[in-house]
């Protein structure tokens, strides 16, 4: 057997040679249909668009997305192709959790934003939105949660009554943050579900944070909106044209990262972990083993501050200084936890 890895997937690397004859690690955004030909199975993350041209005359019998999202695979062609496909929901749902409240932290000491005053719209509340929820609760904050797919999933459920409106979010927030898949068609499509429209109708001058996908927020939108005084300011992380974020936006924005939001280590492993499963279960294959996070430093100091553990001005800092090392930052991300072990 024959795999074909994104070189930047972390610590799976021993475990994932122990499951085939050959494994092959190369650049996500670089891998080619000649690549893959004679592969039985390609483990990639975003960067690499996996359709018709590229799969369309290899022998892959899987693709696993070591990423929550899959908007990068050509679901439709996969299935009538016969190529099983799986991402891995929730694998950094905790990791993206975190920085929104590393987020939130950074906005009540450094803009004198009131959490427990505050009003929170969290717009989807999957895997991702449910974390940042329960986390929103814990700091004291008023929750308001849209998510019309779910709230129609559980429309018998005595908790249909606990979804808001878009509209309402829009009235009522202090801070909006966005946790959809993208979607471009359908009832409850989300490209461009801020758009120039939505911030028209704020009521209010929130903040906006977005770790969800970078076409979800029109980003000349926002950036007009920060400009006009729609929204007070934004903390993003996912951008419409990555690698190459907008400069003026990455400038006005007070936090502005390269799609890190779900890179600690807890989550990569998660991904590893799952990725490995997959494999196993298509191939009839025995488990090599859980793999394990890295350790922190001997010398790391917590004190009991979730900022300890991650402070996304650091990473915003970097991205500010070099916008044009974006994929060099994701790629050579240092070690961050979720919990200090």
Not at 11 to 34: H, M, P, W
Not at 151 to 165: D, F, G, I, L, R
Request: proline fraction near 5%; charge should be negative.
């Amino acid at each position: 057997m024959k795999i074909v890895v994104d070189d930047k997937i972390p610590y799976i690397r021993e475990t994932i040679c122990q499951l085939a004859d050959e494994v092959v690690f190369l650049s996500g955004a670089a891998i080619t249909a000649d690549d893959v030909r004679d592969a039985d199975v390609l483990v990639v993350r975003t960067r690499t668009r996996c359709n018709q041209q590229l799969l369309e005359e290899s022998k892959v019998q899987l693709v696993v997305t070591a990423t929550i999202g899959y908007d990068h695979i050509d679901t439709q062609w996969l299935d009538k192709a016969g190529i099983r496909w799986t991402n891995c929901p929730g694998c950094n749902s905790g990791s993206v959790a975190q920085y929104v409240e590393s987020a939130l932290l950074l906005l009540e000491q450094q803009k004198g934003l009131s959490l427990r005053q505050s009003t929170i719209g969290i717009v989807g509340c999957g895997h991702v939105g449910s974390k940042v929820k329960a986390v929103a609760e814990r700091l004291g904050m008023q929750v308001l949660v849209c998510d019309p797919p779910l709230q129609k999933a559980n429309s018998q459920e005595p908790t249909a009554n606990s979804y808001v409106s878009l509209d309402e979010i829009e009235r009522r927030c202090d801070i909006i943050t966005f946790h959809v898949p993208l979607t471009r068609e359908g009832q409850y499509a989300t490209w461009h579900l801020a758009d120039e429209d939505f911030f028209r109708r704020l009521s209010r001058v929130p903040y906006i944070i977005n770790t969800s996908r970078g076409e979800v927020v029109d980003n000349q939108a926002l950036l007009k909106a920060l400009e006009d005084g729609r929204v007070r300011d934004a903390v993003i992380d996912v951008w419409e044209n990555e690698p190459h974020p907008d400069a003026a936006l990455l400038e006005k924005v007070f936090i502005g990262t390269p799609h890190i939001a779900g890179y600690s280590a807890d989550g990569k492993v998660n991904a590893d972990n799952m990725v490995i499963d997959a494999i196993c279960q298509q191939f009839g294959l025995s488990h090599p083993g859980i793999i394990a996070p890295p350790a922190l430093p001997s010398d790391f100091h917590y004190t009991g501050s979730p900022l300890d553990l991650y402070n996304p001005m650091d990473d915003s800092q970097k991205l500010k200084a070099a916008s044009s090392l974006f994929e060099q930052l994701r790629n050579n991300y240092p070690l961050r936890r979720e919990k200090n072990d």
